[in-house]
């Protein structure tokens, strides 16, 4: 069974404290490795796919890796409003899927 | 550019009540996510469209729900009976349909309650 594990489950930095978050996944095969934010109240935006172990993407303090078991979310000196709940979902490789499988979400919280 | 649009934003109501929920994905994708959101499960995948035709609906939970999209603009998520422990935040999202892996985006959701 295709499944995503996110740790921690929340996480308290002070403002410029740098960290990361971890999705470790299993999953048949790996068609692309998504990581999302919410905010309270809203939906999840997208920030970045991931394809295959060694890729990275960034956007602007948030970097993403991505191994055959996990993925990581870096996030450098961050701000304030980087507070919010980081999801990772994984999309199974079946031909003709589009479903995602979600993790329960890192809830970061970014003290000034 | 208008993003997914879902209706209505919040939803109180009794027991055994129908509930509709409603959703208009981004112009130009083919392809409609409903998810739930709770605090026990997370975000799960209830059923989803390709070009208005219904592709998987493993996860919908049981006959109450159903859902139907008649139109490329326009879906809809039913509840009927309603019990209190379909209460949760409904999300609708949508992706183009060409590279399967593009990213789904999604509605602000609908929270619900059942009293």
């Known amino acids: 069974e295709d499944q995503v594990t996110q740790s921690p489950e929340a996480l308290r930095l002070q403002e410029g404290e740098s960290s990361s978050l971890n999705c470790s996944y299993t999953?048949?095969?790996?068609?692309?490795l998504f990581w999302y934010r919410q905010d309270p109240g809203k939906g999840p935006e997208f920030l970045f796919t991931?394809?295959?172990a060694g890729e990275e993407k960034e956007k602007e303090r948030l970097k993403a890796t991505l191994t055959k078991k996990e993925s990581f979310l870096h996030i450098t000196a961050p701000k304030p409003e980087d507070s919010a709940t980081y999801l990772c979902?994984?999309?199974?490789?079946?031909?003709?899927?589009?479903?995602?499988?979600f993790g329960q979400g890192t809830r970061l919280t970014i003290n000034p | 550019d208008a993003g997914v649009i879902q209706s209505p934003r919040h939803e109180v109501t009794e027991m055994g009540q129908e509930v509709t929920l409603r959703c208009k994905p981004i112009s130009g994708h083919n392809s409609l996510f409903w998810y739930r959101q709770t605090m026990m499960r997370g975000l799960e995948l209830l059923i989803y469209?390709?070009?208005?035709?219904?592709?998987?609906d493993s996860g919908m939970p049981e006959d109450r729900f159903s859902a139907k999209m008649p139109n490329a603009s326009f879906s809809t998520l039913k509840i009927q009976p309603s019990e209190p422990r379909d209460s949760a935040v409904y999300f609708c999202a949508s992706s183009p349909i060409q590279g399967s892996n593009q990213p789904q985006h999604f509605g602000d959701g609908t929270r619900l309650s059942i009293l």
């Open positions: 469209f390709n070009n208005n035709v219904p592709i998987d």
């Open positions: 979902a994984v999309q199974p490789l079946i031909q003709g899927a589009q479903k995602l499988v």
């Open positions: 999953v048949s095969g790996l068609r692309g």
């Open positions: 991931l394809y295959s």
